[in-house]
Nanobody
Framework: VQLQASGGGLVRPGGSLRLSCAVS????????MGWFRQPPGKEREFVAA????????VYADSVRGRFTISRDNAQNTVYLQMMSLKPEDTAVYFC????????????????????WGQGTQVTVSS
């Protein structure tokens, strides 16, 4: 399975971006799709995840209410709509996938994901 993330760029504070993640074998074959990010000089952190079998997504506290994860199984694509962006959202964003089901409380943990995209840079700056 290959994941290809795109849509990053430079945006001013308060602006919006939509990231896309194309999945080579289809999103339907992967139960859990997630987005993580790695800010400069920091470790990778959870952003959002959405399961095919459990409809309610999970978000990090820092992005809840501003970011929305969605899946288009027909297009084999996962999206991350980011609004009201802040400088602290600056990071490399990675999409990830897990084939099997995972208890919801573990969705935040990167070690449970099987596949990773190459990352796309998001820079929020005036």
């Amino acid at each position: 399975v290959q994941l290809q993330a795109s849509g990053g760029g430079l945006v001013r504070p308060g602006g919006s971006l939509r990231l896309s993640c194309a999945v080579s074998e289809g999103t339907f074959s992967n139960d859990l799709m997630g987005w993580f990010r790695q800010p400069p000089g920091k470790e990778r952190e959870f952003v959002a995840a959405k399961s095919r079998t459990h409809g309610i997504p999970v978000y990090a506290d820092s992005v809840r209410g501003r970011f929305t994860i969605s899946r288009d199984n027909a297009q084999n694509t996962v999206y991350l709509q980011m609004m009201s962006l802040k400088p602290e959202d600056t990071a490399v964003y990675f999409c990830s996938a897990r084939r099997g089901r995972l208890v919801r409380s573990s969705w935040y943990e990167p070690q449970h994901y099987d596949y990773w995209g190459q990352g796309t840079q998001v820079t929020v700056s005036s």
